[in-house]
């Protein structure tokens, strides 16, 4: 079974930078798409970036520029380099990922998430 743990979240001042980490762990034989999703109160989850086993990125319109995913094949690890946060970046971030473990098909997995409070 595969799980993903998110960290780094917490509380920083408008303007400020945070980096999210999701680290998966279990047996795995290949990760393919990893992502950062978030859901703020009373809004819907909404992806925020995704980066495939290559390292091309996506990024939701309102992030672009201001957040970089990157992520280390060999550690099963992703990360979300937040920079200039914003008060509506506040929300809970998920990591998601498509995983190859023991069931021998890909499938979804979601870590716990992690709360990012930006003030202003």
Partial sequence: QVQLVES???LVQAGGSLRLSCAASGVIFSINTMG??????GKQRELVASINR???TN????VKGR???SR?????TVYLQMNSLKPEDTAVYYCNAHALGLSLR?????????LVTVSS
């Fill in 59 to 62: 990024y939701t319109d309102s």
């Fill in 72 to 76: 280390d094949n060999a550690k099963n």
């Fill in 8 to 10: 780094g979240g917490g």
């Fill in 67 to 69: 957040f970089t995913a």
């Fill in 106 to 114: 890909y499938l979804e997995v979601w870590g716990q998430g992690t």
């Fill in 54 to 56: 290559g390292g091309s």
């Fill in 36 to 41: 950062w999703y978030r859901q703020a109160p």
